[in-house]
Nanobody, 117 residues
């Protein structure tokens, strides 16, 4: 079955960096676009970034554009999110997802990112 397992979250000071990873299994990773979504405390889901199967197309939410970089390694079945210049408003649970149609698809369990001094 499809499994998505995020890692790399934690507590970081404002201005710091983190790199999230998402290990995928149970499907042909190299043929699917992948997405990062986050949910801040008390708020709804926010789309963060997406990348197509061949890493040719990447997209970002305005709130993270220029600070976050999405990438993937199809040989390792792994998705990444490099997060730089982190702000307190980036505090959220970050989910890796394979979303072939809207919000419907497969989700990881999430990894907590907390940006605080």
């Amino acid at each position: 079955q499809v499994q998505l397992v995020e890692s790399g979250g934690g507590l970081v000071q404002p201005g710091g960096s983190l790199r999230l990873s998402c290990a995928a299994s149970g499907f042909t990773f190299s043929t699917y676009a992948m997405t990062w979504v986050r949910q801040a405390p008390g708020k709804g889901l926010e789309w963060v970034s997406a990348i197509n199967s061949a890493s040719i197309i990447t997209k970002y939410a305005d709130s993270v554009n220029g600070r976050f970089t999405i990438s993937r390694d199809n040989a390792k079945n792994t998705l990444y999110l490099q997060m730089n210049s982190l702000k307190p408003e980036d505090t959220a649970v970050y989910y890796c997802a394979m979303l072939p149609a809207g919000w419907d698809g497969y989700w990881g369990q999430g990894t907590q990112v907390t940006v605080s001094s």
